[in-house]
């Protein structure tokens, strides 16, 4: 039975770029895990893709193996799925840690949702850039 878990991510900035912060949560069977990191200032995207790499790096510990990511970014969630191309070239290296970090996984799904749908992620991406 593979170890699995939707993971629901939200990066934000208030200025873009203006104080950052990452929301994280991880729902396994078991447990959900929740993250508030505060990023210091930073663009939107940046923070998204810093949500990203934190999620997949903690999912790494929690050795899950078949993974859901849930994001309200359109853009993240393209040039994962090898969509739109990485054309900043302050997300470029972003992008390349975090396909290599994917390849740990034996399933991964990225998949877009509405805002309205990421509201526990939102607030803890939030409390994040409250703090930076």
């Known amino acids: 039975m593979p170890n699995s878990a939707s993971i629901y991510i939200d990066g934000g900035s208030r200025g873009n770029p203006g104080p950052a912060g990452a929301g994280i949560i991880i729902k396994t069977k078991e447990n959900t895990h929740s993250f508030s990191i505060p990023l210091g200032n930073q663009t939107n995207n940046y923070a998204e ?3 990203l790499l934190f999620s997949l790096k ?3 510990k929690l050795n899950l193996d078949d ?3 849930y994001s309200d970014s359109e ?3 393209n040039q994962m799925k090898g969509i739109y191309k990485v054309k900043s070239p302050n997300l470029i290296n972003s992008y390349k840690k975090a396909i290599t970090l994917a390849k740990n996984f034996r399933s991964i799904k990225f998949t877009h949702i509405p805002r309205e749908k990421n509201k526990e992620a939102d607030k ?3 409390i994040a850039m ?3």
Request: hydrophobic share 55%.
């Open 49 to 51: 893709y810093e949500a």
């Open 124 to 126: 803890l991406a939030n």
């Open 75 to 77: 853009l993240l969630v």
């Open 67 to 69: 993974i859901t990511i």
């Open 130 to 132: 409250d703090r930076v």
């Open 58 to 60: 903690e999912a790494s």
